[in-house]
């Protein structure tokens, strides 16, 4: 979980005994539940490695925001082993608001998730992320971009570009690329084109006879499109060495004194003749 999400609302978490009776599914997760099997034989074996986490509701209710597929696994090993599992320890949040929840929801999957998951989800999840951090703590687009960055376990560029198709790709392309019918790099190429450039082509895409001559589509026009370069950075001068300089400076000044110190002895010592 991200560290600034931590800091800011850990004075709202505390640890606490909870029956599973008592815990609801969080309707907002809408990551797919895969390996609950799989998950309920390692719990068995090894025991529950993390807890889960939970927002307790006015109803006296708990709303799960990580850890729905742990729960899933424990219940499963309660049907088996009726007298078994039926608490756990769990981390749990009270007085949360619905934004709050869903940044502690969201930077748990974010982060968990870095190596695999749904990509349809993740870029959902990533947008949602950070428009809650904005909202919520007054970031800016920047910022929260760091924040969700900083807190990812896979790649940065992953939240860079997702978010970029989340912003700007069409309604139309994106849902072709949540289809699966357009490549994610060709929809991050496509997201950088205007409106207008983005309809037409979309025009041409579903005009065209087959899902080759689609692909083909597709394909000239991410080649034509030509890359954004990055603005060259003016080559900064070499700062003045004025500590080298000073030092000479000092270094001459010193030498100097000594000089007229050595003088000064000499001057003296020829007057008094005895001392010598």
């Known amino acids: 979980m991200s560290t600034f999400t931590v800091n800011c609302l850990d004075s709202k978490a505390h640890f606490e005994t909870v029956s599973f009776d008592n815990i609801e599914y969080n309707n907002v997760n809408d990551y797919s539940m895969t390996s609950i099997e799989e998950l309920a034989d390692n719990i068995k074996k090894n025991g529950l490695l993390h807890n889960i986490v939970l927002s307790k509701q006015k109803n006296g209710k708990y709303k799960i925001l990580a850890g729905e597929r742990r729960t899933r696994a424990i219940r499963l090993l309660h049907e088996q082993e009726p007298e078994s599992w039926m608490t756990t320890e769990a981390l749990v949040y009270e007085g949360l608001t619905e934004r709050q929840e869903e940044i502690i929801m969201d930077s748990s999957n974010l982060q968990s998730r870095g190596n695999g998951g749904d990509e349809v989800q993740l870029r959902k999840a990533t947008n949602?992320?950070?428009?809650?951090?904005?909202?919520?703590?007054?970031?800016?687009?920047?910022?929260?971009?760091?924040?969700?960055?900083?807190?990812?376990?896979?790649?940065?560029?992953?939240?860079?570009?997702?978010?970029?198709?989340?912003?700007?790709?069409?309604?139309?392309?994106?849902?072709?690329?949540?289809?699966?019918?357009?490549?994610?790099?060709?929809?991050?190429?496509?997201?950088?084109?205007?409106?207008?450039?983005?309809?037409?082509?979309?025009?041409?895409?579903?005009?065209?006879?087959?899902?080759?001559?689609?692909?083909?589509?597709?394909?000239?026009?991410?080649?034509?499109?030509?890359?954004?370069?990055?603005?060259?950075?003016?080559?900064?001068?070499?700062?003045?060495?004025?500590?080298?300089?000073?030092?000479?400076?000092?270094?001459?000044?010193?030498?100097?004194?000594?000089?007229?110190?050595?003088?000064?002895?000499?001057?003296?010592?020829?007057?008094?003749?005895?001392?010598?």
Request: glycine share 4%; net charge positive.
């Open 128 to 276: 949602r992320y950070i428009e809650n951090m904005k909202a919520e703590y007054g970031l800016s687009d920047k910022q929260a971009l760091k924040a969700a960055t900083d807190m990812y376990s896979g790649s940065g560029n992953t939240i860079r570009v997702n978010q970029k198709i989340e912003e700007n790709l069409s309604p139309e392309f994106t849902e072709e690329l949540d289809s699966g019918n357009i490549a994610k790099g060709d929809a991050a190429i496509i997201a950088d084109m205007k409106e207008e450039e983005q309809d037409a082509l979309f025009a041409d895409f579903q005009n065209a006879d087959d899902d080759d001559e689609k692909e083909e589509v597709i394909k000239e026009a991410v080649k034509n499109k030509p890359q954004k370069q990055k603005p060259t950075k003016k080559r900064k001068k070499p700062p003045r060495k004025r500590t080298q300089k000073k030092t000479r400076s000092l270094l001459t000044q010193a030498n100097f004194l000594l000089r007229k110190k050595q003088e000064s002895i000499i001057s003296i010592n020829s007057k008094q003749p005895w001392k010598q």
